[in-house]
Nanobody, 127 residues
């Protein structure tokens, strides 16, 4: 089973950018569809973006469309989340997640659809 480690979080001013990375262990990373989730204090974990095994299909929460971009490099066992035009409400702990699947082009959006989670990385957007 793949293990996931996120990095790239930090403190940024509103309007700024950050790029999160999530590296998976093992040689089976390409067998997993991937997702990014976030959790703000006192709120439930919500889906932010999802990407298929191939990287050819992506999906985004309405709140981040046009600002965030999910991508992956299977040769590097890494999925990325480029976050631009950050807003105060983007603050939270960001988690990447993996779901093993035989479907090459499917994305998964619900938290319960994912099998493996990283430990999370904090993103704080200040005014």
């Amino acid at each position: 089973q793949v293990q996931l480690v996120e990095s790239g979080g930090g403190l940024v001013q509103a309007g700024g950018s950050l790029r999160l990375s999530c590296m998976g262990s093992g040689r089976t990373f390409s067998l997993y569809a991937m997702g990014w989730f976030r959790q703000a204090p006192g709120k439930e974990r919500e889906s932010v973006a999802a990407i298929s095994r191939s990287g050819g299909s992506t999906d985004y929460a309405d709140s981040v469309k046009g600002r965030f971009t999910i991508s992956r490099d299977n040769a590097k066992n890494t999925v990325y989340l480029q976050m631009n035009s950050l807003k105060l409400e983007d603050t939270g702990v960001y988690y990447c997640a993996a779901r093993g699947t035989t479907y090459y082009s499917s994305t998964y959006y619900r938290r319960e659809e994912y099998d493996v989670w990283g430990q999370g990385t904090q993103v704080t957007v200040s005014s």
